[in-house]
């Protein structure tokens, strides 16, 4: 099993980013997915999270209302946009893959598979 996160990088604030994940070795469309972050010294806290389907979806606080989460099953692929961008966004981005829908806190402990994570940068 593979997942490819894409798309970090150093972005001015206010600006937006893509990023993307692209799984493999895995049946996609079986899996919820999800992307966490993780700024240094902290925690790795969810971010958002898309069910199987694509019907069910959650943002995290942080991100609430300027965050997209979407799912290609015909890719293999999960986008996360996130716009009006502020330096605290700064962290390592992770895609998660795991085998049921889950929203909260407690979403970590049920993530069978991880990306190796994309940096993103804010600058203010």
């Known amino acids: 099993v593979q997942l490819q996160a894409s798309g970090g990088g150093l972005v001015p604030a206010g600006g937006s980013l893509r990023l993307s994940c692209e799984a493999s070795?895995?049946?996609?469309?079986?899996?919820?997915m999800s992307w966490f972050r993780q700024a240094p010294g902290t925690e790795r806290e969810l971010v958002s999270a898309?069910?199987?389907?694509?019907?069910?979806?959650y943002y995290g606080n942080s991100v609430k209302g300027r965050s997209i989460i979407s799912r290609d099953s015909t890719k293999n692929m999960m986008t996360l946009v996130i716009n009006a961008l502020k330096p605290e966004d700064t962290a390592v981005y992770y895609c998660?893959?795991?085998?049921?829908?889950?929203?909260?806190?407690?979403?970590?402990?049920?993530?069978?598979?991880w990306g190796r994570g994309t940096l993103v940068t804010v600058s203010s």
């Open positions: 898309i069910s199987r389907s694509g019907t069910s979806i």
């Open positions: 070795g895995l049946p996609f469309s079986s899996y919820a």
């Open positions: 998660g893959a795991s085998e049921a829908y889950y929203s909260g806190p407690d979403y970590i402990k049920y993530v069978a598979y």
